[in-house]
């Protein structure tokens, strides 16, 4: 191929995106493919008296470093290979670490607002919205952000109130509209993952064999 091919999963948060894009990588292989997670581009937050981690929101697009992650994404293109942030959702500032990402004959990028932001969404070749029932997604954000992220309960149920289902339903919901497919169940939906998997295979001409039950 010319170029590498380009993959997104979008969807809100605690969709189960991460679960497929991981599926994906796990099927076809991590030699074959370049992953980007989009949570890994947040930029960093200067904290101070007057604003604490409670008053930020995360869930708006601003909050995402997009011009970086598509630098990154113009490199990998190019055949380059990119040094991937690190990002410390305890302390909301990004480490000294990075991840050594080589070039791949794809990349795979997962997100919140991949479909949203135009300069990122015209790069993918093959766009998927994971579409699952807020109730679902509101379960699987607070047993996360309690056992990866040290938030308390009232904390979490407090964000999603005030940033998360707006934004939600101001940036995310609408972006499914750009999508090439849209998977309900996240991860649970195996017939769907089969088929993207499928394609992928088909452009990379090798045989990864079915996602597993």
């Known amino acids: 191929m010319d170029r590498p091919f380009f993959l997104g ?12 894009a991981r599926a994906i990588l796990a099927a076809v292989g991590p030699e074959q493919i370049a992953f980007l997670e989009q949570d890994s581009y947040y930029r960093d937050i200067a904290w101070g008296p007057d604003h604490s981690p409670a008053d930020h929101n995360f869930d708006h697009p601003d909050a995402l470093d997009h011009e970086l992650l598509l630098h990154h994404l113009r490199e990998l293109e190019a055949g380059h290979p990119i040094e991937c942030p690190v990002y410390d959702f305890t302390v909301h500032r990004r480490t000294a670490e990075t991840v050594h990402v080589p070039a791949r004959p794809v990349v795979l990028l997962e997100g919140l607002h991949l479909l949203a932001e135009s300069g990122i ?36 149920l407090h964000q999603y109130e005030e940033t998360v289902r707006p934004m939600h339903l101001e940036f995310v919901e609408p972006s499914k509209r750009w999508a090439d497919v849209i ?24 045989a990864v064999p079915a996602v597993p039950g």
């Open 121 to 156: 969404r015209a790069m993918l070749d093959f766009k998927i919205y994971v579409d699952t029932d807020p109730d679902v997604r509101l379960i699987r954000r607070l047993r996360r952000d309690i056992q990866e992220r040290a938030r308390e309960t009232d904390e979490v």
């Open 9 to 20: 999963v979008a969807g809100g948060s605690g969709s189960g995106k991460t679960t497929v």
């Open 183 to 206: 998977i309900p169940e996240g991860g649970e939906n195996r017939v769907a993952l089969d088929m993207v998997i499928a394609r992928v295979e088909k452009l990379l001409g090798t």
